[in-house]
């Protein structure tokens, strides 16, 4: 029977890096194994990191599907050029609107994951990769949403005053869309629901919601990316009315005052949540990041 995560033309496969259901990864690869792009120093892995609040059940690896099939039909991005593609899950935080008994659900099934848990997971997650297929830093990591927020912190992972979790490669590129990049910022510009997912997922005390939040970073992004991404892009959509354009304006403004020149996209459109379900524009996002790499010497 057809799984809505099989995709034409690949082959699927998914691997548990941990305990919990929700510690998994699913990975894509071509059906011959493109053996043009598997010892390429040119091509590269394509790893999605979903959103939902750190806590949305229905976001998941599923999330990746449109924009794995839009790429495949991309001139702009040859086969030669993609070594494979996965998606990561990780462990979430509570839901008020699909709450758990904890009496009677299994330990491995709840969502009650307070942070560094989902950066840890997503740490671990890129460290089974490595270790099932090699992508060492041959990789473009995606992140939307809270998956913005965590491809950040897998850079600030490096510094050994936060260290949440053992280390991972770390990618060629970072794309992050529509993140969230100062968590008190916007639940004080929204209130209401923001206030109460923040607190879900980061606990009452606002320091640790500071210090999980990559515009807010206390070191200086520059030195520890100097082992690290040669690309990093944010991207927003002015029609996103969940996360807002100050969020974008607060990245771009550490990473500059930080020495370091990333790639600001503001001009997508859509929805919040339109943009990874559409997935056209994700998919001429990693396009033409990895043009941006291949053309890099």
């Not at 990864?25 to 040119?42: H, K």
């Not at 794309?175 to 997912?197: K, M, N, P, Q």
Request: proline fraction near 6%; charge should be negative; glycine fraction near 8%.
């Amino acid at each position: 029977m057809a799984s809505s995560l099989d995709i034409p033309g690949l082959k699927y496969a998914c691997h548990q890096y941990g305990d919990h259901d929700l510690q998994r990864v699913g990975v894509w690869r071509f059906e011959d194994d493109a053996p043009e792009a598997a010892t390429s120093t040119q091509a590269y892995w394509i790893i999605f990191v979903h959103g939902g609040g750190w806590r949305d059940p229905r976001n998941t690896i599923h999330d990746f599907v449109p924009s794995i099939k839009h790429m495949l039909s991309l001139a702009d991005l040859p086969k030669s050029a993609v070594r494979g593609f996965a998606s990561l899950d990780y462990r979430l935080s509570p839901h008020p609107l699909f709450p758990q008994d904890p009496a009677s659900t299994p330990a491995n099934e709840l969502r009650e994951a307070e942070h560094p848990a989902h950066v840890q997971d997503v740490l671990s997650a890129l460290r089974l990769l490595d270790t099932e297929y090699g992508i060492g830093s041959n990789y473009v990591l995606v992140g939307h949403s809270a998956g913005g927020t965590l491809v950040q912190q897998i850079i600030m992972n490096n510094d050994a005053s936060y260290a949440w979790g053992p280390a991972a490669p770390l990618p060629a590129a970072i794309i992050s869309i529509s993140g969230i990049y100062d968590i008190r910022g916007l639940a004080e510009r929204h209130g209401g629901v923001y206030e109460v997912f923040a607190t879900g997922a980061f606990g009452a005390d606002k320091q640790i919601w500071d210090a999980a939040s990559p515009a807010k970073y206390t070191g200086n992004f520059k030195t520890i990316l100097s082992n690290g991404p040669r690309l990093l892009i944010l991207a927003t959509s002015a029609e996103d009315t969940l996360i807002d354009i100050p969020e974008i304006d607060a990245m771009e403004a550490k990473l500059i005052k930080d020495g370091v020149t990333p790639v600001v996209i503001r001009n997508l459109r859509l929805e919040h949540d339109e943009i990874w379900e559409d997935g056209t524009q994700v998919a001429t996002l990693i396009a033409d990041a990895v043009a941006k790499l291949q053309q890099q010497p």
